[in-house]
């Protein structure tokens, strides 16, 4: 590694780093950790979770601290553990959720909030948002409401719709006004008024549906005095900060100069080593990439580098500054400067709030950004468009300044940089009189996303003349390097400033930044729209600027090209019935109980599979996936990665005969391993067995593998042309023939719906152990232990009895561990019986989302017979889903959709025929809803095209077709009884004032050019239960020991929805004892044997039942003894019950429900073949900027028939959290594949799900009352799936929109809208004079193979 001397004395290569207040001293690390490796792996401070390990989800958040010499201030700051390099933590003091509190020794005020307030679900996020709100109250123990909502930009959580977490932390913050932005009291009707009046039945008052879910008066005070304090050791001894330190590893070596005079020898000694800031690049690089880099420069220690200046002229910036840094100084600097908009700093302070989420901004550098030379970077067209000035210094040549244009990048991330050079600081000149700068960001998602299409613009404009003195237009996003547009920019000198000048400005702007069909990135046309509207929104800001000075004048209508978006404080009521006052107070049902795991999940004492302490010797793998979509295996060679130390042996399909790889979910039509054919990318090839993770990740990427590459099947299109399906089923009611001959009208028409990836937090992970006797012992995060078991006997060939699965608690699962768990668990327990020794296998989660499939893509093409009011007669479909490589979930998802087409409709005549379509992507598999989604996204769609056809609002057609309470006939032959649609319905409407609101959005709609608003209601219908009559049982076991504590066992899974919560209050209420007194410690095959997987909204009713029986049966054991001692406790009817020899353990079994029905053998039912169905209803608004594409939800109200809920904190919390999953299919969640068929969406970098920015502004939510089931357990309802078809409410409410603004164009407001309805489909949709120039442009390459196709 050449010479070692750095400086005068020898580096140390000893880390220093204080851990929850505990020195840790590290010899020679190993440059490759991670500090989240480190904490997980060698501290097992597992409370730290692992949800991404690519920065984009902040489960790994954790507090670091350092002491600033230069202000002599800690600085605290959040940080994502998963792409810290362990090495650069020396010197500073991390503190994890384990460090703030625990549920034995008391819990810090962050932690009793987010699980007090029902803020978590699964919990595997939640120590991240604990940590991300412990880093702010550690700045600022009173934040405000927004400083809140931005430390969150980079936390995601996909259970719980995040408006609790918000709520609970709302109580940390300084209180705003009581009525909020949007007039919300909080359901408590201040002053005699209250918005959600509506929402009251005749007879009803608020306090009897309004309680709060939870009491804040309860909540600890947050005493920032009582935080654990930064180690005086660190703010003492200079010695550790300002130490040179030289690590080195078997492939890497970590360099930490302490001085700038250093740094430049060490550049010069290692002019291929890299300079290392925040390694937000540079890790991502290493871990997801590959990309080692040998020599690493730590530069954020070196203090000459984290210096920021201003002078009159310029804002001189050190490349170690980091951007949150710099954010608060520009901000600064502005808020004290005459100039109050338009200038470089304030575009740079806006497009740092968009910049990625604050855990990254607390490390990333401008230097960092700068030489990434990214085509999307977020903050090079700023400098650009400024005419920024680089200096860079090496010790050979000393510095020279290099002005950042074009020139400074040369090609795709590359810029002029010499080897032995580094960045030594950056200078913007500051912005003059009358030059006026500004810069956009439009993303797939507003919060933490990467651009799409960026830029900055630059004008100076004479005053008096209105004369563009000088104009520069910079671009991100739409070549291989950051563009200016100097044609247009030359064009627009010594112009007038004028509207039309900029309408020829677009034009040549849209021929200066043409591009190819098959450019990088895709979404071409839309591409090209953004930048001609980012040049109208510059003009109109700008000129609004030049009002404000008096220079010109602006109109009205146009402002709204110039605002941002609607957003504004959030608030949410929830309504439901408070249980009567002669309810017993220790009998929770009803009750807003805490999930029993939350304060655990907070304090990160919930120990999930990958949490577990490892047995002695146990090894890790590691799966190898085809790179391919299709191909026939040439060879698959492992010889280089069993040749890396630590790698312990590598199985295929060579290694087991060929009756022992097969796998499936109902069908057996998979292989473990791929033997001769590979039918998908990421289809398993073998599995890499290793001492420790990192090794075995690393070899499994080291599997060469040869493949001659067949055709893929991709799309729909391609399946159906080539007859590969999976499964066929048909649905035909009445006589479509005379339906369509009664008809005044008929419509065709087609419409598509994308997939979904299931973005469980917690990734697939297991741990199998060999035990005697042939004994496998399993603990996996899976929906259905039972079905892991079946799958390992009939491998093994060795008897069920001998197999445990166990599941503690899932984080987080929405169908994606159901059938698709045996993905990990079979390859595990092969590797782990063929080498005797417990191995643990956890995917990444690039891997896990190629591989495991998500939710289906649907296609349909329909014909629709009406009559002239709209009153449809009869529909014909054909519907297509992508079902992938093998049948899995397939022909049920496709059977749940047939059953769902009515939707909360009643239409006499249907001729459906559904076709689960075979394809080479990853097998499609469950999904929350199931079918159910995609089912009533038809329905909707063809109400819509017809309200339009007759010239009606499509919530008059929905109106006019809602099922009434009794005796509508469904598709299937039988009778709807007790149909609450049209109650949660009217409800709905009337609550959310649906028709005084319509008419306002118009009134809007009419002031504002740009951006339109758009209101909607859509009902909601799902049915529950397994129309397969098997699957329609459960088990319990409950046992009461001698001190009178209750083992309580069901065959259900605890993934976050509660269960086990709702489970424990079952048996409270049943056996009459404090809920304290009962305890679920997992759930085991050998517990309860044969165990229906938890899905379909039917886990509580189903486990409910069989607990509710055990716990019967153990109460006429004990009444004798109750009898004989009335004022008896429990433990003294427990302990006489002992001592008289009865038995204290009790097997529930539930198998009451006798319904079925067999899609091959079709016939017309006389009951439903299902348990109930779930109504209700939502009305959203929205608002979208017409310009860009991005819409923001202003309101939901939802209603829903829940029975009566078992615990309505869980429910609401259900209900929101599958009302955003909704939201995210049907708006931003969009997968895209190359044309050969690989993923392009992996990770949360490249895959959206919603985050906190994006719930309803004003989210509110009544629980129908007075509407218990009789058919589940203690008449409850189970609401797990249902709420997501609320979404399309928010999807129909932007098609409202949509249509406005091309009705005030002059277009027809019908149009097609596929889902998602992303930022590129709405923007294409509101057509203008630039969708047109650019469809103009494109005619004749339309057909062209783009760079990706959505599915
Ligand atoms: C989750 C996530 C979200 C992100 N979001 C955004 C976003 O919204 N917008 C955006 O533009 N980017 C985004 N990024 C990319 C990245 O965060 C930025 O580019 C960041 O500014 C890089 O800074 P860094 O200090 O972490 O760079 P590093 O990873 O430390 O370094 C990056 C490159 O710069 C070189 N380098 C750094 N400093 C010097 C120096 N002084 N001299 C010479 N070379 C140097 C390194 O050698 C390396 O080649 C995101 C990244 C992640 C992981
Ligand atoms: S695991 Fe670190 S951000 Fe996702
Ligand atoms: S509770 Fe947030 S991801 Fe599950």
């Known amino acids: 590694m050449g010479d070692n001397r750095l400086s005068d004395t020898s580096p140390s290569s000893t880390l220093v780093l204080f851990v929850n207040g505990e020195k840790i001293i590290e010899n020679n690390p190993n440059p490759e950790w991670t500090l989240l490796y480190f904490l ?77 307030s029902h803020g978590t679900q699964c919990g595997f996020c939640t120590p991240g948002f604990v940590m991300s709100m412990y880093a702010l109250l550690r700045n600022n123990p009173e934040p405000t409401e927004q400083e809140m909502e931005d430390a969150f930009q980079g936390n995601l959580c996909r259970c719980t719709g995040y408006r609790p977490i918000m709520q609970g932390y709302k109580s940390l913050c300084k209180k705003s006004e009581p009525s909020s932005a949007n007039g919300c009291c909080g359901g408590k009707g201040k002053n005699g008024g209250c918005c959600m009046d509506g929402f009251l039945n005749d007879g009803e008052t608020r306090t009897e549906v309004a309680e709060t879910l939870f009491d804040e008066s309860e909540f600890k005070k947050y005493d920032p005095k009582a935080d654990i304090i930064f180690p005086p050791e660190l703010q003492l001894d200079k010695s550790i900060r300002k130490q040179s330190l030289k690590f080195d590893g078997a492939s890497v070596t970590w360099i930490r100069p302490s001085s700038l005079e250093e740094l430049l020898k060490v550049k010069q000694q290692y002019p291929n080593g890299k300079c290392v800031g925040g390694n937000t690049e540079l890790g991502i690089d290493a871990k997801l990439k590959q990309q080692i880099t040998e020599v690493l420069i730590y530069i954020s220690d070196i203090d000459e580098l984290a210096q920021i200046q201003v002078s009159n002229n310029s804002l001189k910036i050190g490349s170690a500054v980091t951007l949150s840094r710099l954010q608060m100084f520009c901000k600064e600097v502005s808020s004290t400067s005459k100039r109050t908009c338009g200038t470089a700093l304030e575009a740079i302070t806006e497009m740092l709030h968009w910049f990625a989420g604050q855990q990254i901004r607390n490390v990333a550098t401008l230097a960092g950004n700068i030489i990434t030379a990214s085509p999307i970077s977020d903050l090079n067209p700023i400098l650009m468009a400024c005419g920024a000035v680089l200096t860079l210094r090496s010790l050979k040549d000393g510095k020279r300044r290099v002005k950042m244009d074009e020139s400074f990048f040369p090609k795709y991330r590359t810029t002029v940089m ?27 998602r507003r919060e933490d996303d990467i651009a799409i299409v960026n830029s900055c613009m630059r004008v100076v404009v004479n005053p008096q003349s209105l004369e563009i003195e000088d104009a520069s237009l910079v671009f991100g996003g739409m070549a291989s390097t950051i563009k200016i547009a100097k044609k247009t920019s030359q064009f627009l000198l010594k112009k007038k400033w004028s509207e039309k000048t900029f309408d020829i400005a677009a034009n040549e702007l849209y021929d200066e930044m043409k591009l190819e069909p098959s450019a990088p990135g895709g979404m071409v046309a839309y591409r090209q729209v953004l930048t001609q509207s980012f040049l109208t929104k510059f003009f109109l800001t700008a000129s609004s600027w030049m009002s404000q000075k008096n220079i010109l004048s602006c109109q009205q209508n146009d402002k ?117 054919y590979v039918q998908s990318q990421g289809q398993t090839v073998g599995i890499i067995v290793a001492s420790d993770p990192m090794t075995a990740e690393k070899a499994s990427k080291l599997v060469e593998m040869k493949f001659e590459e067949l055709t893929p099947i991709l799309t729909i299109d391609d399946a159906v042309a080539k007859e590969s399906f999976h499964t066929i089923r048909k649905v035909r009611a009445g006589n479509i023939d005379e339906a369509f001959k009664n008809a005044d009208e008929i419509l065709e028409g087609e419409i598509k719906m994308g997939g979904q990836e299931h973005f469980y937090m917690e990734l697939q992970s297991c741990i199998v152990t060999p035990n005697e006797d042939q004994e496998v012992d399993i603990l996996i995060a899976a929906q259905g232990p039972d079905i892991v078991q079946r799958h390992v006997a009939k491998i093994l060939k060795i008897p069920s009895n001998r197999i445990k699965v166990r599941c503690r608690r899932i984080g987080g699962s929405f169908g994606g561990k159901e059938s698709r768990a045996i993905l990990v668990a079979l390859p595990t327990t092969l590797a782990a019986v063929k080498l005797g020794k417990s191995v643990r296998t956890v995917m990444n989660r690039w891997d896990d989302m190629v591989v495991t499939g998500g939710r289906h893509p649907y296609q349909y093409s329909y014909k629709v017979g009406f009559t002239k009011e709209g009153k449809i007669l009869g529909i014909q479909a054909k519907v297509y889903s992508n079902g992938g490589c093998s049948s899995d979930a397939s022909p049920t998802v496709m059977e749940k959709a047939m059953m769902s087409f009515e939707a909360g409709y009643t239409i006499p005549n249907w001729d459906v025929v559904g076709y689960a379509c075979k394809t080479n992507l990853p097998s499609n598999t469950a999904f929350r809803g199931y079918g159910g989604p995609q089912a009533s996204f038809l329905t909707e769609n063809i109400i819509d095209a017809v309200a339009e056809k007759v010239g009606k609002s499509p919530v008059e057609i929905r109106e006019m077709h809602l099922k009434q309470p009794h005796g509508d006939k469904c598709p299937l032959g039988y009778i709807f ?110 517990k309860v044997p044969n165990a229906t997987a938890t899905c379909g909204s039917f886990s509580s009713d189903l486990n409910g039942m069989a607990v509710l029986d055990a716990c019967q049966k153990l109460v006429k054991r004990l009444e004798p003894f109750k009898k004989s001692n009335p004022n008896g406790t429990w433990e003294e009817w427990v302990g006489a019950a002992y001592f008289n020899k009865v038995n204290l353990s009790a097997v529930g079994f ?78 931003m969640e969009e997968l895209l594949y190359s044309p050969k068929g690989l993923m392009l969406t992996k990770g949360p970098g490249m895959y959206k799900i919603p985050s906190m920015g994006d719930i309803p502004r004003q989210f509110n939510i009544s629980m129908l009352r007075g509407a218990p089931n009789p058919k589940a357990v203690y008449s409850s309802k189970g609401i797990g799936e249902p709420p997501l078809l609320l979404a399309s409410s928010i999807f129909f409410a932007i098609k409202e929109a949509i249509k406005a603004a091309r009705k005030e164009v002059g277009l027809s407001p019908s149009f097609r809208l596929d889902a998602p309805a992303t930022v590129e489909k709405i923007r294409l949709a509101c057509e203008d004079e630039k969708v047109a120039r650019v469809k103009e442009g494109m005619k004749g390459i339309e057909g062209k193979v783009g760079w990706a196709m959505a599915m």
């Open 560 to 676: 709204s090209a110039t605002s941002p978006i609607t957003q504004g404080d959030t608030s949410g009521v929830q309504l439901y019935q408070i249980v009567p006052k002669t309810q017993k107070v220790e009998d929770l049902i009803g009750r807003p109980t805490v999930h029993l795991s939350g304060l655990k999940h907070a304090t990160g004492e919930a120990v999930y599979t990958d949490d577990e302490i490892p047995l002695q010797g146990q090894l890790y793998g590691a799966l190898v996936g085809s790179p391919i979509a299709h191909g026939k295996i040439i060879s698959i060679d492992a010889s280089k990665a069993l040749a890396l130390p630590g790698v312990v042996d590598f199985l295929s399909a060579k290694s087991i005969p060929a009756d022992q790889n097969i796998q499936g979910f109902i069908i057996y039509d998979e292989e473990i391993f791929a033997s001769e």
């Open 1150 to 1227: 539930y198998d009451k429900l006798d319904f079925n029905y067999d899609f091959d053998k079709p016939n017309d039912l006389t009951r439903e073949p299902h348990s109930y169905t779930v109504y209700g209803a939502a009305v959203s608004e929205v608002e979208i900027d017409c310009l860009t594409g991005d819409h923001s939800v202003l309101k939901t109200d939802i209603v829903i028939d829940a029975g009566e809920s078992l615990n309505p904190a869980v429910d609401v919390g259900q209900i929101e959290g599958a009302f955003m999953q909704g939201y995210g299919l049907l708006t």
């Open 977 to 1086: 009884e007790d149909c609450t649609v049209r109650r949660c319905w009217e409800e709905c409407v009337r609550g959310a004032n649906y028709h005084k609101r319509k008419g306002l959005v118009e009134d809007f709609n009419g002031k504002n050019r740009w951006k339109k608003r758009g209101i909607s209601a859509t009902p909601m219908k799902l049915n529950v239960g397994f129309h397969f009559s098997p699957m329609n049982q459960a088990g319990a076991l409950v046992m009461i020991y001698t001190d009178g504590s209750v083992g309580l066992n069901h065959g259900g899974t605890e993934m976050g929805q509660g269960l086990l919560t709702k489970m424990a209050q079952v048996a409270n209420r049943a056996l009459g004892i404090p809920i304290e007194k009962i305890y679920f410690t997992e759930t085991s095959t050998d």
């Open 40 to 116: 997980r792996f060698k501290l097992r401070l597992c409370g730290t979770k692992e949800a991404c390990g690519e920065g984009g989800c902040g489960a790994c958040t954790v507090l670091q601290s350092k002491f600033d010499e230069a202000t002599g201030k800690i600085v605290n700051v959040a940080i994502n553990a998963c792409i810290t390099p362990l090495c650069s933590t020396h010197g500073t003091a991390i503190i994890t959720t384990e460090g703030i509190g625990s549920v034995k020794k008391g819990l810090h005020p962050v932690q009793e909030r987010i699980a007090k």
């Open 418 to 444: 010499q080897p032995h050079e580094i960045l030594e600081s950056i200078e913007i000149p500051l912005t003059q009189e009358n030059e006026y700068v500004w810069s956009v960001k439009q993303a797939r």
